[in-house]
């Protein structure tokens, strides 16, 4: 199958180091049966008095291909967390006693994540690293690729990539060897007033785990009302409201 001038031309834009570390990321990370890490994540905000302000959360993800997905998040104003088994995605607010439920409308994780964005309207800035293909989803609008370099992110030595598009800016680092996994991520809104950015650090890397299937089975916890209203605030928390 032939390349549209779109793709021939994006990936002609990649350095070749960049385009060489960035694809083999992608090969490592979809070829991966199972995973699980935790994240941190801190998203900038510009104010209506021009400043800037940074917020933080904190998760875990256990992903079972090909369509089981377990994230936990807890932010500033939320508690959530949000299971994909097969055909239902389920989010539940732990501080509310509340969930919500929708079908994946595939029978892939990479469904259930375009579901979610659809139906609550995060971004979810992170999550096509766990496509099945992230260098086709990461290089699909992408107008120039280099390698800046080696760099050290927790103490792990990386690969440091840098990519234009004309939206964003964003850059991944690449933990070097023979688990080329993705440790930091950070994008750049470069056309909004202040450049505010988003970045996850992903650690604790597990491309083996053992992971318990009822992980991936959502119960409502006694009391928990069903609610419909699913959406996300400024700061990017999803959030569930129970509609009165």
Not at 53 to 71: C, E, F, I, N, T
Request: aromatic fraction near 10%; charged fraction near 25%; proline fraction near 4%.
């Amino acid at each position: 199958m032939g390349l549209s001038c779109s793709q021939a031309s994006s990936q002609s834009a990649i350095d070749e180091d960049a385009d060489r570390l960035l694809r083999a990321m992608s090969s490592y990370l979809s070829g991966l049966k199972t995973l699980s890490f935790d994240y941190d994540t801190d998203q900038e905000i510009i104010d209506r008095w021009g400043q800037k302000l940074q917020y933080s959360a904190s998760g875990a993800v256990m992903a079972s291909r090909p369509d089981k997905l377990h994230v936990t998040r807890k932010g500033p104003y939320a508690d959530v967390e949000a299971t994909l088994n097969g055909k239902l995605i389920f989010l539940y607010g732990r501080g509310l006693n509340i969930f919500a439920q929708m079908e994946n409308p595939g029978t892939t994780i990479d469904t259930g994540l375009e579901e979610f964005r659809m139906s609550t309207g995060l971004d979810a800035a992170g999550a096509d690293l766990l496509s099945a293909d992230p260098y086709a989803v990461l290089t699909e609008t992408v107008d120039e690729g280099n390698f800046v370099g080696t760099a050290f992110v927790g103490g792990v030595e990386c690969d440091h990539l840098a990519f234009r598009t004309e939206i964003v800016d964003w850059q991944i680092w690449i933990r070097k060897g023979e688990q080329p996994v993705p440790v930091k991520y950070v994008i750049t809104s470069k056309w909004v007033t202040g450049a505010p950015q988003y970045s996850v650090r992903l650690t604790n890397w597990n491309v083996e785990p053992k992971l318990d299937e009822s992980i991936f089975t959502f119960s409502p916890p006694a009391g928990a009302k069903k609610i419909e209203q699913i959406g996300s605030d400024v700061i990017g928390d999803i959030t569930l409201e129970d509609a009165q």
